[in-house]
């Protein structure tokens, strides 16, 4: 799949300004060279590290669902989620088209007074023509407010679909592909503008993103990608059936036509955790049928007794839910983690995210404020990020023996400074003791 190169947000929570992260050189007309399989995000309580994953988050699902931005709940979460300063959502992803080439897609969110509503505002699709990430990019599609353009190669009777969308609550990406979807039922030719925007969906749809606060209670759902060789006879985009599963749910609900999947599944995540937790015998799936499908509870075995996930430690369920994210990255998805660390032991976790440095097909982007991560990343260069005051990030770079843990503790990043002592807490436990 192709790789994320770098992100731009701004606009979620206490992040006013622009924060870019980059995952490859800046230079890309010899070739694309040292992208990042993982990166580590770090920094002091409340620096926007969560704000930055939930703003990956949002444009996944504004990209990747029809109608997102019409449902009740993403309003409201919007409502408190969008930056009380700026009053807009603003992001933007390049990633690899080809080889030297990429894409750039951004967009941007406001609040509509009149409807009360956020709506799309601006959103453009662009390939490169610079020499750089941050260089120059020959627009193919642009919408800013009402207006709309195309470029001149592409326009056409082809695209009268373009203009006579509302592209208020949908990116011009879902429109695009039914558009798609509809020519290939039909036997038509997909265009060339089409090919381009799908590599959007592609590459956005192949993100995934784990926050602390997810709803991971939910129905299990078999994913198979619709547009499946939908434009297989090209060279633009090679498209693959993505077949998944969320093995986190403490009560699953799973269609028996993929049982044995889900089975397969449950396998792995016992081999997983028993690394965690040697004493466990398995994982024993629990059925209650109920027509075409099955609901499912697990229960933890033990030698001396059982217990069901929704018992069971929260360092386990931290487990749990994570596998799936981190089976993902290890086959080739673009995972986001928030707190990934949480309740992990530090030397399990240190290796790892040796073993996604070192194994891993994907790409790992995670916040935490385990510095022992730092360990495993120090020999991958800029693969450590800190976000320090006023949304302003440090990249480190290594140089000879030089730590990052003891650059991070001695306040050595330039935004980051841990100008605390412990004499600092006296006042506030001890009073004017």
């Known amino acids: ?17 622009l924060i870019t992260i980059d995952f490859a050189n800046q230079t890309i007309e010899n070739g694309i060279q040292k992208i990042n399989n993982v990166k580590g995000i770090f920094g002091y309580n409340g620096a926007g590290k969560s704000a930055l994953m939930s ?5 996944n699902k504004i ?4 109608n997102y931005l019409m449902q009740i709940e993403t309003k409201d979460n919007l409502n408190k989620l969008v930056n009380y300063v700026k009053k807009e959502f603003f992001f933007s992803i390049i990633f690899e088209y080809e080889d030297n080439i990429v894409i750039k897609h951004s967009l941007k969110l406001v ?3 009149i409807m009360n509503d956020y709506v799309i505002s601006e959103e453009s699709i662009s390939l490169s023509s610079g020499r750089t990430l941050n260089d120059k990019y020959k627009v193919m599609f642009e919408k800013r407010g009402n207006e709309i353009f195309v470029d001149e190669n592409l326009k056409g009777a082809n695209y009268d ?12 990406v879902q429109i695009a592909l039914q558009n798609a979807i509809n ?13 381009i925007v799908l590599s959007v969906y592609m590459c956005t749809c192949n993100i995934d993103v784990y926050l602390q606060d997810s709803d991971l209670h939910r129905n299990y759902k078999f994913d198979k990608r619709i547009i499946n060789n939908l434009v297989s006879q090209t060279e633009e985009i090679k498209l693959k059936s993505q077949n998944w599963i969320d093995v986190y749910m403490s009560d699953a ?9 889900y089975k397969q599944e449950n396998e792995k995540l016992e081999k997983f955790i028993k690394y965690f937790k040697p004493e466990l015998k398995k994982i024993e799936l629990i059925l209650l049928e109920d027509g075409s499908i099955y609901h499912v509870r697990r229960l933890f075995v033990y030698k001396d007794y059982n217990v069901e996930l929704e018992f069971e430690s929260s360092g386990i369920k931290q487990l749990v839910k994570l596998y799936s994210y981190l089976e993902k990255c290890a086959n080739g998805k673009i995972v986001f983690i928030d707190e990934i660390d949480t309740n992990i032991n530090a030397v399990y976790f240190e290796k790892m995210i040796s073993f996604f440095k070192n194994y891993g097909k994907g790409q790992l982007i995670f916040t935490t404020h385990n510095i022992e ?7 991958q260069s800029r693969s450590i990020v800190v976000l320090g005051v006023d949304n302003k990030i440090d990249t480190w770079v290594g140089k000879g023996n030089k730590s990052p843990i003891n650059d991070y503790i001695n306040g050595d990043f330039p935004h980051s400074p841990m100008n605390v002592e412990d004499f600092d807490f006296i006042n506030i436990f001890l009073g004017n003791e």
């Open 373 to 379: 991560a730092m360990k495993a990343l120090r020999d």
């Open 183 to 195: 020519k290939k039922n039909n036997n038509d030719e997909v265009s060339v503008f089409e090919k």
């Open 111 to 113: 609040l509509d007074t």
């Open 63 to 66: 990209v990747c669902n029809p």
């Open 55 to 59: 703003a990956v988050n949002y444009y």
């Open 253 to 261: 609900i799973i269609s028996k036509e993929y049982y044995n999947i």
């Open 161 to 172: 679909f373009i203009f006579n969308q509302d592209l208020k609550y949908n990116s011009i």
């Open 1 to 17: 799949m192709n790789k994320l190169l770098q992100f731009s947000t701004y606009g979620i929570k206490n992040i006013e300004d």
